[in-house]
């Protein structure tokens, strides 16, 4: 296996981190509806559900073992397309493959809609194609997208977003004599709200999906990844070209 020098993060704009905020959020609020409240876009939930369980048993308990190591899983599978591929092609690739296990989940999500229990195969199924998505994209995103922080996990940016609303706050304050600071803080605070309020604005529309389309509401999170693959293709395609034309 040939590995590829350290990638550099990609330049897009904020609707593509928009978009992925929208699509964690999305499914990780139709899952845990639909799911007795598992969460798969993030691990802080499962780790306190496991926690929890020793103390307190109750059904389910397979799919919460296995959120820990599959999550893992998923990260560590684009881990190794980003070191071994373009950017673009790593991209594309992880996207395709989150879609693809989307597309697996939703079709087991119609086929158990009256599952009693998440350790059911069907709901099982559903669940694990559920976090390993998640996980990719989590990965995907800390690797090429740093600068906007986690589409997935919104304690960590809940913090950063209490850090740059008072930096830019002390930025604005002081401006005369920090005009540079703050630029960049409102650049900051840009991107943290931007996966805030898209994870937001997936789980609120994943829940009111879930409750009038059931699991066929996940076609939404399906077509926003479409989005984000076009935008991919098309837009770093012709950056490419044009380096090449320039050079």
């Excluded at 309020?197 to 389309?213: I, M, P, W």
């Amino acid at each position: 296996m040939q590995m590829n020098k350290p990638q550099v993060a990609l330049s897009v704009p904020r609707i593509i981190p928009f978009a992925l905020s929208v699509t964690a959020g999305f499914v990780d609020g139709l899952i845990f509806l639909a799911l007795f409240g598992l969460y798969v876009a993030q691990a802080t939930g499962s780790f306190v559900t496991i926690g929890a369980h020793w103390s307190q048993p109750e059904p389910g308990v397979l799919v919460k073992v296995l959120a820990i190591p599959v999550f893992l899983l998923g990260g560590v599978v684009a881990t190794v397309i980003v070191a071994t591929m373009r950017r673009r092609r790593a991209l594309l690739l992880t996207l395709a493959i989150e879609e693809a296990l989307l597309a697996v989940l939703l079709v087991a999500g119609v086929m158990a809609p009256a599952a009693r229990s998440a350790d059911e195969p069907i709901a099982l199924v559903a669940a694990l194609c559920g976090l390993l998505a998640m996980g990719l994209q989590s990965a995907l995103v800390r690797l090429l997208l740093p600068s906007f922080g986690s589409t997935n996990v919104m304690t960590t940016n809940t913090t950063v977003l209490a850090i740059d609303l008072t930096q830019t706050a002390l930025a604005w304050l002081r401006r005369a004599q920090e005009r540079e600071t703050l630029t960049a803080s409102r650049r900051k605070l840009g991107h943290t709200l931007t996966v805030v309020l898209g994870f937001l604005v997936g789980t609120t529309t994943g829940a009111f999906g879930y409750h009038y389309g059931g699991w066929w509401a996940l076609i939404v999170p399906l077509l926003l990844l479409d989005g984000v693959a076009a935008w991919v293709w098309f837009s770093l395609r012709e950056r490419g070209q044009a380096a090449t034309t320039a050079a």
